[in-house]
């Protein structure tokens, strides 16, 4: 299969500093890509909220957050990502989320950590309403 050129594949759509949307260009997948180390709760909610108001505008099915650049894990910031976010998301009928995490092990450990404690939390909220996948590089999305 013939390698993906990732940047002729999406294009731009919104930012601010911690965060670009993107979306591809021949398929309904909007894509958030972290630019920096650590992302404040307001500017994450900021982005995303965006990131909502695009999927219901432009029909997407797929969604990728970029979390490779990430160096911080923030608790709060991933419960209101799953318990609201995803949850307006699933209404929308996007379903399909795709994550690419740090490389370091500790990210990951945190995150299956923070799944946990969301559980506890929130024992109504139902993961099964929505897929996540954890992936190496946007092109494994792209070429399907």
Do not use: R
Request: net charge negative.
């Amino acid at each position: 299969m013939p390698q993906t050129n990732q940047s002729s594949d999406i294009s731009k759509i919104w930012e601010n500093e911690f965060v670009v949307l993107s979306e591809a260009k021949n398929k309904p997948i909007g894509i958030a890509k972290a630019k920096q180390e650590y992302i404040p709760i307001e500017e994450f909610k900021e982005a995303f909220l965006q990131a909502k108001d695009y999927a219901k505008e432009k029909k997407w099915k797929q969604f990728v957050f970029d979390k490779s650049k990430l160096n911080v894990f923030h608790q709060p910031s991933m419960a209101w990502y799953y318990t609201e976010w995803k949850t307006d998301l699933v209404e929308l009928g996007l379903i399909e989320h795709f994550k690419i995490l740090p490389q370091e092990p500790w990210f990951k450990t945190s995150v299956d950590a923070g799944i946990i404690e969301i559980k506890e939390n929130h024992p109504d909220f139902d993961f099964n309403k929505f897929k996540v996948k954890y992936i190496n590089s946007l092109s494994e999305v792209l070429e399907t």
